[in-house]
């Protein structure tokens, strides 16, 4: 039981490339979410599923796309990244909304130049 | 937008001392979450507090949920240097998304 997995651990990217970080989780929980996290900052919601085939925008969506086609996977896409979204990404998964605990992955940290 | 706050943001001390973390926010939540987060991992949920006043005991840890729900603490006795990592709360307002504190780094020295 691997709990919530993320590929890759660590990537640098020049200004207007694209990548697709992974999540994959194992505990067959409904609910998956991708958050960034900034010094000083805290968490923040990219962007959220709900379900399998289901993504929602979240607090800083902009310069991000998901996709959700398998229950267990949870894609986030940049599709030109930029300075700005040098940060460490955390998935994380949980079986209802709300209350529940959130399982988090241990992280990719990106660095875009 | 709901904002939460936490001090200290950063905060030193030696083992065997006793300290008190703070999540405020002038919002109000249906629950709040503490996690702490170790470098280079993910954070992992200690706590979730749901009903104004409620106090919630983890072994040496204390939390507090604020009578009006909108802030809380986090009470560590005789810390040890494994408790050092970054505590962030996170609060829920009635189904929607959890909002994240920008955290407190404890470091406990030996």
């Known amino acids: 039981n691997a709990g919530v997995t993320q590929t890759p651990k660590f990537r640098v990217l020049k200004t207007g490339q694209s990548m697709t970080l992974l999540c994959a989780q194992d505990?067959?929980?409904?609910?998956m979410y991708w958050y960034r996290q900034d010094p000083g900052m805290g968490l923040r919601l990219i962007h959220y599923?709900?379900?399998?085939?289901?993504?929602a925008k979240g607090e800083v969506p902009d310069g991000y796309n998901v996709s959700r086609l398998k229950k267990q996977n949870f894609l986030l896409g940049l599709e030109s990244a930029a300075p700005s979204q040098t940060s460490v990404y955390f998935c994380?998964?949980?079986?209802?909304?709300?209350?529940?605990?959130?399982?988090f992955g241990p992280g990719t940290r990106l660095l875009v130049l | 937008t709901q904002l939460l706050e936490q001090s200290p943001q950063f905060l030193s001390i030696q083992e065997g001392e006793n300290l008190t973390v703070y999540c405020n926010s002038s919002?109000?939540?249906?629950?709040l979450q503490w996690y702490r987060q170790e470098p280079g991992e993910g954070p992992v949920l200690l706590v979730t507090?749901?009903?104004?006043?409620e106090v919630k005991k983890l072994k040496r840890l204390t939390f507090q949920f604020g009578d009006a729900r909108k802030d809380s603490s986090l009470h560590i006795t005789a810390a040890q240097p494994g408790d050092t990592g970054l505590y962030l709360c996170?609060?829920?307002?009635?189904?929607?998304?959890?909002?994240f504190g920008p955290g407190t780094r404890l470091s406990v020295l030996p």
């Open positions: 919002s109000v939540f249906s629950s």
């Open positions: 994380a998964s949980s079986y209802f909304h709300g209350q529940e605990t959130q399982y």
């Open positions: 599923s709900v379900g399998e085939g289901t993504t």
């Open positions: 507090v749901v009903t104004g006043g």
């Open positions: 505990m067959n929980h409904e609910y």
């Open positions: 996170a609060g829920e307002n009635y189904g929607q998304n959890f909002v």
